[in-house]
T-cell receptor, first 118, second 117 residues
Framework: DTEVTQTPKHLVMGMTNKKSLKCEQHMGHRAMYWYKQKAKKPPELMFVYSYEKLSINESVPSRFSPECPNSSLLNLHLHALQPEDSALYLC?????????????????FGNGTRLTVT | AQSVAQPEDQVNVAEGNPLTVKCTYSVSGNPYLFWYVQYPNRGLQFLLKYITGDNLVKGSYGFEAEFNKSQTSFHLKKPSALVSDSALYFCAVRDRRLTGGGNKLTFGTGTQLKVEL
């Protein structure tokens, strides 16, 4: 069982809907990540939070809005998505104990949310 | 810019035979290298990493990988494959000199491993 929990497992939404993806970890990790993965492709980094602050935004469209309410939770708010945004959205975390440049701890991934935009 | 190449989209091997999944990398400085495995409808699972030290790294589920600096390779190996090893395998690299924060990995395109009876 994964130590990073993502909800919901599946989500179908229309292009005018607003929805949120949720991620939770209780490993004491201070870095959390959102990835997007298309079928049979590698994950693409979207956002990185370190100590609850947004550290990296990989030029993601504003229809994706991340939020880190506390050190255990990470949300991804979705609004006005396009069909091409349909993908598996993966959350991950890592230790980040000594600062980001020294964090070579492995990423721990959740099982993802399968998003379909209709 | 750092990059990772996995030259094989798919590798087929018979159960009980040794397996190799290839990975080559390109970074400006010395690399941090990782292997992850992904089963259907699951997230990625960490298998092993090379940071420094011994070139042969042992990881989970009997997998190991050999770091070869001269060939810029980090091939994943297992002496005896199992049907349950069938999955999608990703090699990833992080440049030690990378700035900007985050455990920012560059993933390869993935190799589908199929182990048959």
């Amino acid at each position: 069982d994964t130590e990073v929990t993502q909800t919901p497992k599946h989500l179908v939404m229309g292009m005018t809907n607003k929805k949120s993806l949720k991620c939770e970890q209780h490993m004491g990790h201070r870095a959390m990540y959102w990835y997007k993965q298309k079928a049979k492709k590698p994950p693409e980094l979207m956002f990185v939070y370190s100590y609850e602050k947004l550290s990296i935004n990989e030029s993601v469209p504003s229809r994706f809005s991340p939020e880190c309410p506390n050190s255990s939770l990470l949300n991804l708010h979705l609004h006005a998505l396009q069909p091409e945004d349909s993908a598996l959205y993966l959350c991950a975390s890592s230790q980040d104990l000594f600062g980001l440049l020294r964090d070579n701890s492995p990423l721990h991934f959740g099982n993802g949310t399968r998003l379909t935009v209709t | 810019a750092q990059s990772v190449a996995q030259p094989e989209d798919q590798v087929n091997v018979a159960e009980g035979n040794p397996l190799t999944v290839k990975c080559t990398y390109s970074v400006s400085g010395n690399p941090y290298l990782f292997w992850y495995v992904q089963y259907p409808n699951r997230g990625l699972q960490f298998l092993l990493k090379y940071i420094t030290g011994d070139n042969l790294v042992k990881g989970s589920y009997g997998f190991e990988a050999e770091f070869n600096k001269s060939q810029t390779s980090f091939h994943l190996k297992k002496p005896s494959a199992l049907v349950s090893d069938s999955a999608l395998y990703f090699c990833a690299v992080r440049d030690r000199r990378l700035t900007g924060g985050g455990n920012k990995l560059t993933f390869g395109t993935g190799t589908q491993l199929k182990v048959e009876l």
